[in-house]
């Protein structure tokens, strides 16, 4: 006898937003992870890009349950490096310290605001990835891409219910 395979989770429960400028190198980072991510794990998550402005997050994560935001970092690890957050109340600033955004306004102060306006998503989880060219022009460093490759196989087979392999 088999067992009953778990009801997949309906996408609407789970937005991925890849945040970055293409034409910065590494910055463009997390816009192409959701493009890939898009095109071989289409039905995990709700999944767009983002250029990191903060009323756009805001407008994109409201109602959400679990936002995934997927950005480019620079906290002086090597190149490549992924760091995954999960804040707990409101210690991102913390977690994130000394892992600046190369946007305007950091995710801790994005996050700020949407508790001011209660926008807050329920679980909201950052996954960092080390830049090292943040350059103007297209595509991303050795180091960067494949460290991109890594977090879409991992964060695909994850939402999708799969063990993910070997990192």
Avoid at 36 to 50: K, M, Q
Avoid at 93 to 101: I, K, L, V, W
Avoid at 123 to 144: C, K, M, N, Q, T
């Amino acid at each position: 006898m088999t067992e009953p395979r778990p009801a997949p989770r309906p996408r609407e429960e789970v937005l991925v937003i890849g945040i970055g400028n293409d034409f910065r190198r590494d910055d463009g980072c997390g816009r192409e992870v959701a493009r890939r991510l898009r095109e071989r794990f289409p039905e995990v998550a709700t999944i767009v890009e983002c250029d990191g402005e903060v009323a756009h997050l805001l407008g994109l994560w409201r109602s959400r349950r679990r936002v995934i935001v997927v950005d480019a970092i620079r906290s002086g690890s090597p190149a490549g490096t992924v760091r995954r957050i999960v804040p707990r109340g409101d210690d991102l600033m913390r977690a994130t310290r000394g892992a600046g955004s190369t946007h305007g306004l950091s995710l801790a102060q994005a996050l700020g605001l949407a508790d001011a306006l209660g926008r807050r998503p329920d679980r909201f989880e950052l996954i960092g990835i080390e830049g090292a060219d943040y350059e103007v022009g297209p595509g991303l460093s050795p180091e960067v891409e494949a460290a991109a490759e890594r977090v879409v196989e991992l964060l695909g087979a994850e939402l999708a219910g799969r063990p993910a392999g070997p990192e």
